[in-house]
């Protein structure tokens, strides 16, 4: 599922040679206490995101090309942002303007740039505040998007 959302994402890189490297970083992840979550389309596995809730970091979000624009993606956030309802950074490929368009939708802002270490790419480092979000006159508000992935 992780290759062929990125292969549609970026095709011009080599995603199938990067699955050994994906088995290790998500052993890694979970090591590090980090959760992941896959959301089911009629019982299989339609997408899957990874959240480390005490370091408020989302490292992988991924969902199967026939499912994108289905939903999957906003529960799967909802469920990231309700595991760390504090805040969730994240670094994004900048080039990947599907995917900087559905953060902010879901109210990231960009706080940094630098590069992918594997390819060299530019990327943009990205931040949610959380669920209590302050406006402009001082007043709290709820932030948007937060449910548990069925």
């Given at each position: 599922m992780w290759v062929l959302a990125w292969r549609a994402a970026m095709p011009e890189i080599d995603f199938d040679?990067?699955?050994?490297?994906?088995?290790?970083?998500?052993?890694?992840?979970?090591?590090?206490g980090a959760r992941i979550i896959v959301a089911e389309v009629g019982g299989a596995p339609a997408g899957f995101v990874t959240?480390?809730?005490?370091?408020?970091?989302?490292?992988?979000?991924?969902?199967?090309?026939?499912?994108?624009?289905a939903g999957v993606a906003d529960r799967l956030m909802g469920a990231a942002k309700a595991l760390s309802p504090g805040g969730l950074s994240l670094d994004v490929n900048a080039a990947n303007a599907r995917a900087r368009r559905f953060y902010a939708r879901h109210g990231f802002v960009e706080v940094s740039t630098g590069s992918n270490p594997r390819s060299g790419l530019p990327t943009l480092s990205l931040r949610w505040d959380g669920v209590a979000q302050k406006r402009h006159d001082g007043t709290i508000r709820p932030a948007a998007g937060n449910e548990t992935c069925p």
């Amino acid at each position: 599922m992780w290759v062929l959302a990125w292969r549609a994402a970026m095709p011009e890189i080599d995603f199938d040679a990067r699955r050994p490297w994906l088995a290790a970083h998500l052993d890694a992840l979970l090591l590090a206490g980090a959760r992941i979550i896959v959301a089911e389309v009629g019982g299989a596995p339609a997408g899957f995101v990874t959240v480390d809730p005490a370091r408020r970091h989302l490292d992988q979000l991924a969902v199967r090309p026939d499912q994108q624009g289905a939903g999957v993606a906003d529960r799967l956030m909802g469920a990231a942002k309700a595991l760390s309802p504090g805040g969730l950074s994240l670094d994004v490929n900048a080039a990947n303007a599907r995917a900087r368009r559905f953060y902010a939708r879901h109210g990231f802002v960009e706080v940094s740039t630098g590069s992918n270490p594997r390819s060299g790419l530019p990327t943009l480092s990205l931040r949610w505040d959380g669920v209590a979000q302050k406006r402009h006159d001082g007043t709290i508000r709820p932030a948007a998007g937060n449910e548990t992935c069925p």
